[in-house]
């Protein structure tokens, strides 16, 4: 099988890398393509004989005219190669909702994103539309070393001095943490510091008791949540995160990880302290997340189902040697 892949490939660590190697593990030879260089107007002829081709779209490096990735789009379907949108972002009840309608992104043949509480709206702009929860690399997930630098009882990961404006919950967190352990939590990446990749965060995550995560909106339309769930549980951290609808068909809470209702301080608070008493119980949650996350939510099992969504199910994929 062989696929074409337009998408971010600069960063070490994007989801476009991750999704990459997925697929070679797939046994699946993939030609990565990037974003600002794509040149629409012949990717058609440059994709030839391939069995589909994916796009993850970073809206910084998608220039070129909607009309000439719309004529792209249609030319791939007529020579039956399917086209195959996947992101991990949250579209509706943000500001750029508006980009479902308009964007050539959500023209593929399949959409595939995250946000799995508007399958309606999706319905009505004539998206074909299909939800799959957020992913990690099972090649980032070994378990990683304490350090003495990143030691602490609590942590935060992820963005926490500025954020979707639309999500007050976030600061309210921040302040919440801040406030109630001011000498036993500490927030990643530092202030003025780039995000924490690697095997330096799978070691943040083995010198940390307590994780507390948060996902955008997670309070209101359900069925989406941050990749920092699987990323964080995944690598073997346990896991206090806002309960989300729908979060409960995919992880058990009280055995893969745990979770407070949105805006429930009082119950967060009593979680975290609970939890950093009881290192047994946290640590039994956290072993049994990792594992339950290792065999169905990685990026090998997605692109499976990409597969299954995309050219049918019990699709011949070997796996590589």
Known sequence: ?????????????????????????????VQPIQEQHADWSTLPERVDGCDLVMWTRT?????EPVDVKLTALRQLEDAGIPTVAYHLDRWFGLHREDSVAREPFFRCSVVITADGGHQGRFEDLGVNHHWLPPA??????????????????????????????EW???????????????????????????????????????????VVGDSCLSGGVTRYWSDRIPETIGRGAFLLHPNVVGLDEHFTPGVHLDTWDTGDWPRLRDSVDAY?????????????????????HT???????????????????????
């Open 1 to 29: 099988m062989q696929i074409a892949y337009v998408g971010n490939f600069t960063p070490t660590h994007s989801t476009e890398n991750e999704v990459r190697k997925a697929w070679e593990a797939l046994g699946v030879t």
């Open 59 to 63: 809206s910084d490096l998608d220039h």
């Open 136 to 165: 990690v690399s099972e090649f980032e997930c070994s378990p990683g070393t304490p350090r003495d630098e990143y030691a602490s009882d609590i942590a935060f990961v992820g963005s926490w001095q500025g954020y979707h404006r």
């Open 168 to 210: 007050r919950h976030r600061p309210a967190l921040v302040k919440c943490l801040q406030h109630t352990w001011p000498d036993r939590v500490r927030f990643w990446p530092a202030p003025g510091q780039p995000g924490v990749r690697g095997e330096a965060l799978r070691d943040l995550y083995a010198s940390v008791k307590v």
């Open 276 to 296: 950093l008493e009881d290192h047994v119980a946290r640590e039994t949650i956290a072993d049994a997340g990792r594992n339950h996350v290792l065999a169905n």
């Open 299 to 321: 990026y090998t099992v997605r692109m499976r189902q990409v597969c299954d969504i995309v050219l049918g199910e019990g699709y011949y994929l070997p796996v590589a040697s």
